[in-house]
């Protein structure tokens, strides 16, 4: 394929998607990272879209959000790998919600023989992949459908969330940075994930390397609120996203990256509730171990003080019993 062929169809596919990584580029062109990089580059230099870490987006500085048959055919392999990390951060009876997004589909898929679980979900997609899960039970908010992603939005949902409590939401976005945490492009669905979120004592949000340093237009979970992060492993040459990471656990964020073997092909065996070519034989799962403060639970210091004080104190005490006896 010639370069102006190979450009076009770049071209082409980041003003239907709005955003597409560098790797899914390569796939599609049938060419490698370092030609799809120099082909963005020139694209970039004519003002025809923009760059961002490790992959490229509509220009203007934020990405529009793109339709769940163009999100859906993105990063498959990526996904997986993210999903099937973050389907072993769930327990057994655990409540949890999902929000929307093809990421967290790919979740749910996982989630579906995790016995005694609730999913409280406004996700019409992350229901249905449990809706045949007998040990699963599926609650739904309520709300206004909107078609671009299946998701229920609007006051509808957020009032089906107040009082509700459980242990772990799970989101996905449009993008992730540091300075912001995780944002979306669309303003209803970004208030029905804040609303997620402050229902749930922890925030895991799953995000593959393209999103990250990827700002959009509206914040859906500020970077102090995000208990862990679930991402892939990002290209060797991406400096930037390395740098992203970094900030983010310098704020506390508990970082864990997926990596499936073979690029994200089953080679035999699987994970439970995978469909199809998206099962992954084997997972290596990364805990990075990049510097940064860590979240103290509260009254955790006080009970430590507590603690220190009555070891101390018994201390004495027997030190004064010993000195007693040696007197008589």
């Given at each position: 394929m010639f370069a102006a062929e190979r450009r076009q169809l770049i071209l082409e596919m980041v003003r239907a998607?709005?955003?597409?990584?560098?790797?899914?580029?390569?796939?599609?062109?049938?060419?490698?990272?370092?030609?799809?990089?120099?082909?963005?580059?020139?694209?970039?230099?004519?003002g025809l879209l923009d760059r961002r870490h490790g992959g490229a987006v509509l220009p203007g500085g934020f990405t529009r959000e793109s339709g769940f048959p163009q999100k859906s055919h993105l990063a498959t392999a990526e996904k997986t790998a993210i999903a099937d990390l973050a389907a072993g951060l769930v327990e057994e009876g655990e409540a949890i919600v999902v929000g929307a997004g093809t990421t967290t589909q790919e979740l749910a898929r996982r989630l579906a023989r995790v016995p005694g679980l609730t999913v409280v979900t406004n996700s019409l997609l992350v229901a249905q992949a449990l809706a045949h899960a007998n040990r699963v039970e599926v609650v739904m908010t309520g709300g206004t459908l909107r078609g671009s992603?299946?998701?229920?939005?609007?006051?509808?949902?957020?009032?089906?969330?107040?009082?509700?409590?459980v242990s772990k939401a799970f989101l996905s976005g449009s993008g992730l940075t540091a300075e912001r945490g995780l944002s979306t492009s669309n303003m209803l669905s970004a208030s029905v994930d804040r609303a997620l979120v402050q229902a749930a004592a922890e925030v895991v949000v799953?995000?593959?390397h393209s999103k990250l340093g990827?700002?959009?237009?509206?914040?859906?979970?500020?970077?102090d609120v995000i208990t862990r992060l679930v991402t892939d492993e990002s290209p060797g040459h991406d400096d930037r996203a390395a740098t992203e990471l970094q900030a983010l656990a310098d704020q506390g964020v508990q970082i864990t990256v997926a990596g499936a073997s073979g690029g994200g092909a089953a080679n035999g065996g699987g994970t439970p509730g995978a469909s199809g070519g998206e099962s992954v034989a084997r997972q290596q799962r990364r805990d990075v171990p990049l510097p940064g403060p860590r979240r103290q639970v509260p009254g955790a210091a006080a009970g430590l003080r507590s603690a220190t004080a009555l070891s101390e104190q018994n201390g004495g005490a027997e030190r004064a019993r010993v000195a007693d006896m040696r007197r008589r």
């Amino acid at each position: 394929m010639f370069a102006a062929e190979r450009r076009q169809l770049i071209l082409e596919m980041v003003r239907a998607n709005g955003a597409v990584s560098l790797r899914e580029l390569a796939r599609v062109v049938q060419t490698s990272e370092v030609t799809v990089r120099r082909d963005v580059r020139a694209l970039e230099a004519e003002g025809l879209l923009d760059r961002r870490h490790g992959g490229a987006v509509l220009p203007g500085g934020f990405t529009r959000e793109s339709g769940f048959p163009q999100k859906s055919h993105l990063a498959t392999a990526e996904k997986t790998a993210i999903a099937d990390l973050a389907a072993g951060l769930v327990e057994e009876g655990e409540a949890i919600v999902v929000g929307a997004g093809t990421t967290t589909q790919e979740l749910a898929r996982r989630l579906a023989r995790v016995p005694g679980l609730t999913v409280v979900t406004n996700s019409l997609l992350v229901a249905q992949a449990l809706a045949h899960a007998n040990r699963v039970e599926v609650v739904m908010t309520g709300g206004t459908l909107r078609g671009s992603n299946y998701a229920l939005v609007g006051s509808g949902a957020e009032q089906s969330l107040q009082g509700l409590r459980v242990s772990k939401a799970f989101l996905s976005g449009s993008g992730l940075t540091a300075e912001r945490g995780l944002s979306t492009s669309n303003m209803l669905s970004a208030s029905v994930d804040r609303a997620l979120v402050q229902a749930a004592a922890e925030v895991v949000v799953l995000a593959d390397h393209s999103k990250l340093g990827t700002d959009t237009m509206f914040q859906t979970v500020p970077t102090d609120v995000i208990t862990r992060l679930v991402t892939d492993e990002s290209p060797g040459h991406d400096d930037r996203a390395a740098t992203e990471l970094q900030a983010l656990a310098d704020q506390g964020v508990q970082i864990t990256v997926a990596g499936a073997s073979g690029g994200g092909a089953a080679n035999g065996g699987g994970t439970p509730g995978a469909s199809g070519g998206e099962s992954v034989a084997r997972q290596q799962r990364r805990d990075v171990p990049l510097p940064g403060p860590r979240r103290q639970v509260p009254g955790a210091a006080a009970g430590l003080r507590s603690a220190t004080a009555l070891s101390e104190q018994n201390g004495g005490a027997e030190r004064a019993r010993v000195a007693d006896m040696r007197r008589r």
